[in-house]
């Protein structure tokens, strides 16, 4: 059996669990969900397996009588098993008016969006860069990419610093790779032309 990791795609590209046939799969909401810092796990169990799931983290919640207070643990029947505990209800809140956003929309509309936004980005930095400056470690093939693009430079802890400081948020990853990722529902051609211009601008300096 294999456990996929789905916090870079759900929610930006469509993942087809049950028309692949996957077994098992984990991910957060805080990433291209929306949820922000904090927000709720999740779980997903193949439905023929939900009945022999034997979680890693059983928790009250997901006994077969919760307010039983047996000795015994005893899981509950299908998807319930992997219930751990009391979920945040703050952090839950927060997390069903973010999900709010997809009513109506398309994951294949999304991912049409971010492949976009992603190839226009890239052909703002090409345009506002100096070539000598930077360099795209992000695949070209659009079946190669997820919602997000790396750029490559000798200082790029420094240029992360100045991009923030100027408003454009990306990530930093040691040693020298910028990261920016692309939410379709709300990040709009002209932020990302933006972005491009003020790195362009930091690279120039």
């Known amino acids: 059996m294999a456990v996929w990791d789905l916090c870079h795609s759900a929610g930006a590209l469509p993942v087809g669990l049950d028309e692949h046939g996957v077994d ?30 034997d979680s890693p983290l059983p928790g009250w919640n997901s006994h077969v009588e919760p307010f039983g207070m047996r000795a015994a643990y005893e899981p509950a029947a299908g998807a319930l098993r992997g219930r751990v505990g009391t979920p945040d209800i703050l952090s839950m809140l927060a997390l069903e008016a973010a999900l709010d956003v997809w009513d109506g929309v398309s994951i294949e509309a999304v991912r049409a969006k971010s492949l976009a936004l992603t190839d226009f980005f890239l052909e703002c930095v090409a345009a506002y860069a100096p ?46 790779v910028l990261r920016f990722g692309f939410t379709p529902l709300y990040v709009g051609f002209g932020d990302v032309e933006r972005a491009a211009r003020v790195l362009g601008d930091v690279l120039g300096r």
Request: charged content about 30%; proline content about 5%; glycine content about 10%.
């Open 24 to 53: 098992l799969a984990v991910g957060c909401t805080y990433k291209y969900l929306n949820g922000g810092p904090g927000s709720p796990a999740y779980l997903y169990v193949r439905r023929e397996l939900q009945d022999r799931f």
């Open 131 to 176: 070539a000598d400056r930077v360099e795209s470690v992000t695949p070209e093939a659009h079946a190669e990419r997820g919602s997000q693009v790396a750029l490559r430079c000798d200082d790029a802890g420094d240029v992360m610093k100045e991009l923030i400081a100027r408003g454009v948020v990306g990530d930093f990853r040691h040693p020298d």
